[in-house]
C-alpha cells in the first residue's frame, strides 16, 4: 500500500505511529479538535490489535476473566470517533524506515510490508520492547494465542520457576502465578538491594518484597545469574544440578522467565535522533528538535520520568494533540511538558498490591485498596474507552 498526499485533496496527513495507550490517547484527543476538511488521520501499529499491557501478566498465567477476548482489541473503523468517523485510516504494517525530508517538509515512511505513505505530521509513539512472555507476536489473533497458551503451558509444566529481574514485570508476574499455583516455588532474583529501582524509597521497596515473601515467594536481592543461565527458558536446556549464583546460591529452577531487558522501541530510527539509552531525543514540546513537524512520545521519549501509560495518556497525549493542531495552524501557544509526579501501582495476584505516590509525605497504600485501584481489574474495564471497541 502506498498513500501519498496527492490523493487527499491536499488535506494534511497525520501519521501516528502506535495504537497503544499513548498512540490511542492522542487519537482520540485529536478525533474532538481536528478540522476533517483540512486534516486527515493514519494511523498505523505493527499488529492488527491492540494489546493491553497492564493486564498481559494474568493474561499469559491463564485464562483468568477471559483476558484474551477482554485485553485484547482489534483496530477498525471504531478506534475512529467523533470527527474522524469515517475518515480515519488504520494501517496493520511496522514502519521499518524514515525519509524525513527537509525540516518543516513532509517526509515517507516506509513499512515492512513494501509500502510507503506520506506524512506532512508525523507521530511516533511506539513503546518499549518487552521479556518473552509479553512480547507478541505482530502477524495476527492467532499467533497471539499461541503464544499465549504455550506461556501458560510452560507455566503450568514447571516445578520451580526462577524470574530473572525484580521490577515491576518480575513483581507482577510472580503474584499471578501465585493466584494460580499456590504451592509452586517461585524465586525472584534481583542484582539491585532492594526489588524496583532508586526512583522509589526504601520504605516502598522493603514493603513489596516482605509482602511477597508473604506469600511464599522467595526474593534473592544484591545477586544474580550469568546472562546465558538467564536465557535458557526452556526446561530441556536448563542443568538439572541447577544455577550458581553470583553470590553463590544453588538455584533448581527448571522454567528461567527473563522480567528484564525493557528498551524503547525505537530501531527503526537514525542513532543520532536517539539518546545513549535508544530513547528519542524531544524538546519540551515533543519535537524533535531538527524536525518541527515530528512529535514522539510515551515510553520512546528521552526524559527523566519512569514510563507509563498514565504518563503518556494524561500528562502528555492532551499537549502533543494540541500543539499538532497549532502547529498545523502556524499559530502560537504551544505546550511545554514539564514532567508528572512519580507514582506507582504494582500488583500482587488479584487481591493485593502495593503503591506509592509521591506527594505530601511520599504515601503508600497497600493490601485490598491498591487491589480496587488496580489489582483486581487491571483497569481492563477501561480499555474500551479507549479502543472504541466492545469486545463480543
Ligand atoms: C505488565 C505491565 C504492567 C503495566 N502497568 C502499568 C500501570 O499500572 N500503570 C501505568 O500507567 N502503566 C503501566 N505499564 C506501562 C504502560 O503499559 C506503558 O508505559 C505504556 O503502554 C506506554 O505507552 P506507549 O503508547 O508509549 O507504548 P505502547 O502502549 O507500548 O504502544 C506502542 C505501540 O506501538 C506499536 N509499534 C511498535 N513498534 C512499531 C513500529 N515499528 N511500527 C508500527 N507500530 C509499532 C506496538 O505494536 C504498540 O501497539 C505497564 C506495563 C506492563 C508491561
Known amino acids: 500500500m502506498s498513500l501519498h498526499n496527492q490523493s487527499s485533496n491536499k488535506k494534511s496527513t497525520i501519521v501516528i505511529v502506535g495504537g497503544g495507550a499513548g498512540g490511542l490517547s492522542l487519537l482520540n484527543n485529536l478525533s474532538t479538535t481536528i478540522d476533517p476538511d483540512e486534516q486527515r488521520v493514519i494511523l498505523i501499529d505493527a499488529r492488527p490489535t491492540m ?59 516506509t513499512l515492512d510490508n513494501g509500502g510507503t505513505v506520506a506524512y506532512d505530521v508525523l507521530v511516533l509513539a511506539t513503546g518499549s520492547t518487552w521479556p518473552r512472555p509479553i512480547a507478541f507476536p505482530t502477524e495476527n489473533m492467532n499467533k ?87 536465557s535458557n527458558v526452556a526446561g530441556s536446556q536448563i542443568s538439572r544440578d541447577g544455577f550458581i ?63 507509563t501509560a498514565a504518563n503518556a495518556s494524561f500528562f502528555q497525549a492532551p499537549k502533543v494533540a494540541k500543539n499538532i493542531i497549532l502547529y498545523l495552524r502556524e499559530s502560537e501557544g504551544i505546550a511545554k511538558y514539564n514532567g508528572s509526579f512519580v507514582m506507582i501501582m504494582v500488583t500482587n495476584g488479584k487481591t493485593s498490591g502495593m503503591s506509592y505516590f509521591n506527594i505530601l509525605w511520599g504515601i503508600i497504600v497497600g493490601g485490598w485498596i491498591s487491589s480496587l485501584m488496580k489489582s483486581k481489574d487491571l483497569m481492563v474495564s477501561r480499555i474500551s474507552g479507549m479502543t472504541g471497541y466492545t469486545p463480543v
Do not use: C
Request: glycine share 10%; no cysteine.
Open 144 to 230: 497471539i494465542t499461541e503464544h499465549v497458551q504455550k506461556i501458560r503451558a510452560e507455566f503450568a509444566a514447571a516445578q520451580d520457576i526462577l524470574l530473572v529481574g525484580g521490577g515491576s514485570v518480575g513483581i507482577e508476574l510472580s503474584g499471578e502465578l501465585r493466584d494460580v499455583f499456590p504451592s509452586k516455588p517461585i524465586t525472584i532474583i534481583h542484582r539491585e538491594k532492594y526489588l524496583l529501582n532508586a526512583t522509589y524509597p526504601d520504605k516502598y521497596r522493603i514493603a513489596v518484597q516482605k509482602q511477597l515473601e508473604g506469600r511464599g515467594i522467595t526474593i534473592l536481592t544484591g545477586d544474580a545469574i550469568s546472562a546465558l543461565d538467564a
Open 51 to 109: 494489546i493491553h499491557l497492564a493486564s498481559t501478566l494474568r493474561l499469559v498465567v491463564s485464562d483468568a476473566d477471559n483476558l484474551l477476548k477482554r485485553s485484547i482489541h482489534p483496530y477498525g473503523d471504531h478506534t475512529f470517533r467523533n470527527k474522524l468517523t469515517g475518515t480515519g485510516i488504520f494501517i496493520h504494517a511496522s514502519v521499518k524506515e524514515i525519509d524525513f525530508g527537509k525540516p518543516g517538509d513532509g517526509g515517507i515512511l
Open 245 to 307: 549464583t553470583e553470590q553463590g546460591k544453588t538455584l533448581k529452577a527448571d522454567l528461567v522467565i527473563p522480567t528484564w531487558g525493557t528498551r524503547p522501541n525505537t530501531t527503526y530510527l537514525p542513532s543520532d535522533l536517539l539518546s545513549s539509552t535508544g530513547h528519542v531525543k524531544i524538546l519540551p514540546t515533543f519535537q524533535l528538535p531538527a524536525h518541527p513537524n515530528v512529535f514522539a512520545f510515551g515510553d520512546i521519549m528521552d526524559w527523566n520520568e519512569q514510563k
